[in-house]
């Protein structure tokens, strides 16, 4: 079943006199309980179309659907809210605050969705143990590795158990082997949590791990596996 839909998806920029077009008519579907790589050289607009299927950009034109939905034509306020409680983020930079250790970076993903306070404590401890860093909880990110410090972000992502993940080059600073793990990682989410989740990625190893490949080139779907 599809979570997902885009129609005609355009982003245009413009650049002094110039008109960038980002992206030029996207028509995808995203399925649920899959997880789903958009792959391509920098520059191709993967991360652009993810933006924007997670209410961070709006399309030049176009519309997204998320079950059903068009997001594209909500208000700022229920596009802030559908982030809040259906969706996680994971950037690359990873993001977490430094004074925070790792239990307390999670813990703000409660407080950013709003969740009531009475069960933060299992929550975040439960996110934190499908990581595998529930051992690790007490420490800072200077104090974790990197791959930990990814995996810190993920938990945070998914403590307020959002429907969908998007993680833009979740494993662009990691070497093969975590970055494997990392990708793993959101293969077993998507498994056992049945979350689904988007991932941006210009690494070809990544892909035979995935359920879904789309390769964009130019603002353009130039391939579907």
């Not at 104090?143 to 429907?163: C, D, M, N, T, W």
Request: charged fraction near 25%; include cysteine; hydrophobic fraction near 35%.
């Amino acid at each position: 079943m599809k979570i997902f839909t885009t129609r005609d998806i355009c982003r245009d920029f413009r650049q002094g006199p110039q008109t960038i077009h980002a992206l030029k008519n996207i028509n995808i579907n995203i399925d649920k309980e899959k997880l789903t790589i958009f792959k391509g050289r920098s520059g191709s607009g993967k991360t652009t179309l993810m933006n924007i299927m997670g209410g961070l950009d709006m399309p030049t034109s176009g519309k997204v659907f998320f079950d059903g939905k068009d997001i594209t034509a909500m208000y700022d306020y229920e596009r802030d809210g559908l982030r809040r409680t259906e969706i996680g983020f994971v950037f690359q930079s990873v993001a977490l605050i430094s004074v925070m250790n790792a239990y307390e970076n999670v813990e703000f993903g409660l407080r950013v969705a709003g969740k009531e306070t009475r069960n933060w404590s299992d929550q975040v401890r439960k996110s934190l143990d499908l990581v595998g860093l529930s051992k690790r909880m007490h420490h800072k990110p200077h104090q974790l590795s990197g791959g930990e410090q990814q995996r810190v972000a993920i938990a945070r992502a998914i403590v307020h158990k959002p429907r969908i993940v998007f993680a833009d080059e979740p494993t662009a600073e990691l070497d093969t082997h975590l970055g494997l793990q990392v990708v793993k990682l959101f293969k077993q989410l998507v498994s056992e949590e049945g979350i689904t989740v988007i991932m941006t990625t210009h690494d070809p190893s990544m892909n035979e791990i995935a359920d879904h490949v789309i390769s964009l080139e130019d603002g353009e779907v130039v391939d579907e596996t």
